[in-house]
């Protein structure tokens, strides 16, 4: 049973832009807090986005000024909004689900299958 579903990624030249979604089924609705990870390879999973059910949003400091999350409650959906993407995002975005936002990935209780973003310098 999927509950998490992302798509919007693929390959853009720096300084462009994408959006990436993330739908969630009826049955993990009551986890409000939505959040954006990213692994790189070699790398740890990092936080680069979240919105509490209150609609309060946190980013990572890399991302500031350029990606904006944000969420369509009626429709079970999450969004990020990339702008003046750089090489150093390309990476694997992975959306996750949990009942209160946390900057600790164990808090998160669902996530997506990952879609990749890959920046060309």
């Known amino acids: 049973q999927v509950m998490l579903v992302e798509s919007g990624g693929g390959l853009v030249a720096a300084g462009g832009s994408l959006r990436l979604s993330c739908v969630a089924s009826?049955?993990?609705?009551?986890?409000?807090?939505r959040t954006w990870y990213r692994q790189a390879p070699g790398k740890r999973r990092e936080l680069v986005a979240g919105?509490?059910?209150?609609?309060?949003?946190k980013y990572a400091d890399s991302v500031k000024g350029r990606f904006t999350i944000s969420r369509d409650n009626a429709n079970s959906v999450v969004y990020l909004d990339m702008d003046n993407l750089k090489a150093e995002d390309t990476a694997a975005y992975y959306c996750?689900?949990?009942?209160?936002?946390?900057?600790?990935?164990?808090?998160?209780?669902?996530w997506g299958q990952g879609t990749q973003v890959t920046v060309s310098a």
């Open positions: 009826a049955s993990i609705a009551s986890f409000q807090a």
């Open positions: 919105i509490t059910g209150g609609g309060i949003t």
């Open positions: 996750a689900a949990g009942r209160t936002f946390s900057w600790d990935a164990l808090t998160y209780n669902y």
